[in-house]
């Protein structure tokens, strides 16, 4: 029996609350599928773990967690620990400490999502952003120089390597290939003359090698624009760290809400343990209510299952979670619904347990 191994850490608000759901449902599939299982264990690692220890994780945290196959994370950040702190002590520490230089989120609008655009149909909404995870705009190096003084500056320096350039831009190339799509890079080379330029010279180096795939290059505000008023215009998209960000959070609202988005956090070699999570933070206004929509865990645990092989099963967890908010009208209040976070997951659970009766 193949068993995966993860390390759970659910974090804080509402992450525990949705990562409930998608250890339920991943159990579920489990135990249907016969073949393969899951070991689950939890670390208490996050913004209350910090309050008591000083720190957000222990010491030798990475190296517990390499151990471990993959990591499901729920959310990080709580009033209470500086943002800063807490984000980059944990989740930025993980993705970067292990390499985890590929972020895949799809922006993909499911049936039965709402979706704020008029007249837009679901084959309109159907991409996957690939955004830079492990420098750029996030390499943390800057400095604050006359603290307090009248000539204060601060700096914030953006990085882009050209090891850290190539091989996220050769993925997104790869993908594209792969599944005959477009390819759509986003950047800002009319402003930043220097990373920006960098990246579009590395796009257009890279593409002499991918001469079969369709590519497109837009500057990030008119590409945030076209998000809005073209969904249609973008199948693969490549972008840098904070792009990647922003634009992300504008493909989760076109496409059911902060509720519905999920990513993985690829080290493409497996080197290193790869990492799931929503894309949606702790949500502090909704916590311990029991109605944060946990759908989004339940779509990065679909990716847990692709990442393992297992990609008969991912795709039937997307199907479920359509039959769940199509057929069951089973929304959470943030998708104009009245079910709870334990309802959802339960008719996921319910739904799938089903089909594995239909099938015998
Ligand atoms: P947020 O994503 O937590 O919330 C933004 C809005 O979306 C809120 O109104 C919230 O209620 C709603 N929302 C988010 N997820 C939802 C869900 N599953 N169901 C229903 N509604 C949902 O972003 P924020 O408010 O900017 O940040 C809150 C905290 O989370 C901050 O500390 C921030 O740094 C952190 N954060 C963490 C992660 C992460 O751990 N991956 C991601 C983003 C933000
Ligand atoms: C995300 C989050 C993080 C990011 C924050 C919390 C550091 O917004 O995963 O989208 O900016 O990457
Ligand atoms: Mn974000």
Redesign the pocket.
């Known amino acids: 029996m193949n068993v995966h191994k993860i390390a759970v850490i659910a974090?804080?608000?509402?992450?525990p609350e949705?990562i409930n759901e998608g250890v339920k449902v991943l159990k579920e599939v489990a135990a249907i599928a016969g073949d393969f299982s899951f070991q689950f264990t939890y670390f208490p690692w996050g913004c209350e773990y910090y309050l008591e220890h000083g720190k957000m994780l222990p010491d030798d945290g990475l190296e517990q967690l390499m151990k471990f196959d993959a990591v499901y994370?729920?959310?990080?950040?709580?009033?209470g620990v500086p943002?800063h702190i807490?984000?980059r002590e944990l989740?930025l520490k993980i993705r970067k400490g292990f390499d985890q230089y590929v972020n895949v989120r799809p922006v993909k609008l499911l049936q039965g999502a709402p979706c704020p655009l008029k007249d837009v149909t679901r084959d309109q909404i159907d991409m996957v952003v690939i955004r830079e995870n492990s420098e750029g705009e996030y390499s943390g190096a800057g400095d604050w120089l006359f603290k307090g003084k009248p000539e204060e500056v601060v700096l914030q320096t953006g990085v882009f390597s050209r090891k850290g350039t190539e091989r996220i831009i050769r993925y997104a190339y790869e993908l594209a290939r792969k599944t005959g799509r477009t390819l759509t890079s986003i950047s800002k080379a009319n402003a930043l003359n220097y990373s920006m330029v960098f990246w579009d010279q590395v796009f257009e180096e890279i593409g002499q090698e991918y001469s079969e795939v369709e590519t497109n290059s837009y500057l990030v505000d008119a590409a945030s624009m076209y998000f809005v008023k073209q969904p249609e215009r973008f199948q693969i998209v490549v972008t840098s760290n904070l792009f990647g960000d922003i634009i992300t959070d504008l493909g989760a609202a076109i496409a059911g809400?902060?509720?519905l988005a999920a990513g993985a956090n690829l080290n493409p070699e497996r080197i290193y343990p790869s990492m799931f999570?929503?894309?949606?933070?702790?949500?502090?206004?909704?916590a311990h209510q029991g109605?944060?929509?946990?759908?989004?865990?339940i779509w990065s645990a679909s990716q847990i299952l692709d990442f393992f092989g297992h990609e008969v099963w991912g795709a039937k967890v997307l199907d479920v979670i359509e039959q769940a908010m199509v057929d069951k009208k089973m929304l959470?209040?943030?998708m104009g619904g009245a079910a709870s976070t334990e309802e959802v997951g339960d008719e996921v659970v319910k739904i799938l347990s089903a089909l594995q009766t239909n099938q015998v």
Not at 11 to 15: A, F, H, P, V, Y
């Open positions: 974090g804080d608000g509402i992450g949705v994370l729920g959310a990080v950040g709580y009033p943002d807490s984000l989740l809400g902060m509720g999570e929503p894309i949606h933070g702790s949500a502090p206004d909704i109605i944060a929509n946990p759908l989004a865990a959470t209040p943030d």
